[in-house]
């Protein structure tokens, strides 16, 4: 395990670079974010330890990153002032671009895997944005008309987006479709809808809506994604079969800040907690693993180094399959090997 500590900012997300597998980007906040600057560090993996190679200071918190997927220097912020700001690592110490359409804090951005000329944003004010780097406005406004915590573009196909938000719902829209009163949603899945099959420890009628703060796409089965938010829960959905979650991964003590599946094993994600552990699961899909094919995740190991609220987690799309990024309120990012907190079976 080796760590960067970013003194004096407390980081909300951090992200491996789609480029190069020595190079991340961490965004944080002054005060836990609730008043003062933002800064966004770039950090170079070395044979000496973790270095910054730059970092950007902004008037407001940063509360998420993305980089760019058209060019290797480029990365976009969302800040707490409601702008999204694109910067250039080779470019001076201001932004190359900015966009100030939301009315809130923004809270997500997510460059798009498939379709790379677009991003997408979401924002406390209800609203998730789609945008083209080159133009000044918007693209299209979602109406989500509650608080939309994560926002992102299927891996899968160019014009699927997905969002959860406070209401307890995920959303998917289909930005092909006409308009119409639907403003593209072709589902909005209650996520606290009891699971398809029974789960030990899990009262069927004892579960009410809570917010929803993150979400992730599985990068294999263009169907699945996985949810988790305030009640500590992760949960996986076939959007196949919409009506209820598939599997529940429970063991979380406070809520689930952040998600990620893994680039390399189907059946794998990350999680990151403000129980100040990263845990990783498998949802019990790998039937070569001993999986059921459906249902039936566990938990496979955690890493609890971290002192504060666990933030962000991201993993390394490059080289061995076990390698990630996690940061946390503890004003520490460190990057580590999943494999070495893995348990037997």
Known sequence: MIEYRTSGFNPYATKYSPFFDSRLAVCAGANFGLVGNGRLYILNLTSNGIVC??????????????????????????????????????????????WQEHGREVFSVHWGLVEKSRFLSSSWDGTVKIWNPERKESLMTLPVHSCVYSAQFSPHHPDIVTCVSRDSHLRVYDLRSKASAQNHMTLAIPIHAPPKLPVAGYGQGSVGPTECLTHDWNKYRDSVLATAGVDGVIRTFDLRNPSGPVNLLTGHEYAVRKLSWSPHLSDVLLSASYDMTCRVWTDGSNVEQGGSGAGFGRELGRMDAHTEFAMGVDWCLFGAEGWCATCAWDERVLVWDVREYMRPN
Not at 78 to 84: N, P, Q, R
């Open 53 to 98: 190679e730059k970092y950007f200071e902004t008037q407001d918190c940063l509360f998420d990153t993305a980089w760019s997927e058209q060019h290797e220097n480029q990365l976009l912020t969302a800040g707490g002032d409601g702008s999204i700001k694109l910067f250039d690592i080779g470019v001076g110490e201001f932004p190359v671009a900015g």
